[in-house]
C-alpha cells in the first residue's frame, strides 16, 4: 500500500480547485485531474475514494477556512456596530487575498453537494455569530428581521462591492476598486437600515 504524501496531496487539492474554478463541477473529472497533478489517476484513490468525495472534503475545508477567517478577532461580545465592521473587514480581506477559493465556493454553493457540505462544516461559526445577533437584538442595536432578510441587509451589498472590484468595473464606473473609504460608506448606510 502506497503512503500518503501531504506535499503531493495539497498539490492535487490546489488543482483540483483550479479545475472547478475554470471547468465547473460538470467539466471536472478524476482523470483531468490527474492529468493536471501530473499523477497516475490510481494516485487520486490514495486520498479520496472518488469525486464525490474529494469535491465534499475540499469544499468543507474551504468553507472552514473562510468561517474561521471570519471570526479573527471578533466575539458575540462586541458592539452591533463594531462586530459588523470587523466582520466585513475580514470577510473582504478573505475574498481579496484568496480570490481562486471564493470562486471555488461560488461553483459549489449552487451545487448539490453544498447541502451535505452544509452539514458537515463546523458549527462553531454559526453559534458565535447566532449569539451576536440575538445579543444586539436584546441591547437594542438591532432590528430584529427574519435570517434571510438580516443577511441581506448586513452582506449583501459588501458580496456586490467585491464582485465589482473583482470586476474592475461597475455599472457606473468603467474603473472600480474597493477601498477601506468605500467599503466604511456603505457599512454606514448598512448599519442604519438595521437600527430599530
Do not use: C
Request: hydrophobic letters at 40%; zero cysteines.
Amino acid at each position: 500500500m502506497r503512503t500518503r504524501d501531504e506535499n503531493k496531496e495539497q498539490a492535487i487539492r490546489q488543482q483540483a480547485v483550479e479545475l472547478i474554478v475554470k471547468n465547473g463541477l460538470d467539466g471536472f473529472s478524476m482523470q483531468k485531474l490527474a492529468k493536471a497533478a501530473g499523477v497516475s489517476p490510481a494516485t487520486l484513490y490514495i486520498y479520496y475514494q472518488d469525486k464525490e468525495d474529494l469535491v465534499l472534503s475540499l469544499g468543507t475545508e474551504v468553507f472552514n477556512k473562510m468561517q474561521q477567517y471570519s471570526l479573527k478577532n471578533f466575539s458575540a461580545e462586541m458592539s452591533f456596530e463594531e462586530g459588523l465592521k470587523v466582520q466585513w473587514k475580514n470577510r473582504a480581506a478573505f475574498f481579496l487575498e484568496n480570490p481562486l477559493e471564493v470562486q471555488f465556493i461560488e461553483h459549489l454553493r449552487y451545487s448539490p453537494s453544498f447541502k451535505t457540505i452544509s452539514q458537515t462544516i463546523k458549527n462553531s461559526f454559526k453559534q458565535e455569530m447566532g449569539k451576536f445577533v440575538h445579543k444586539a437584538i436584546l441591547k437594542g442595536e438591532l432590528v430584529q428581521l427574519p435570517f434571510e432578510v438580516y443577511w441581506s441587509v448586513a452582506f449583501s451589498p459588501l458580496y456586490q462591492l467585491m464582485k465589482f472590484h473583482t470586476q474592475g468595473e461597475s455599472y457606473a464606473s468603467s474603473s472600480f476598486e474597493l477601498t477601506d473609504s468605500v467599503m466604511d460608506q456603505t457599512l454606514k448606510v448598512v448599519l442604519k437600515a438595521l437600527k430599530p
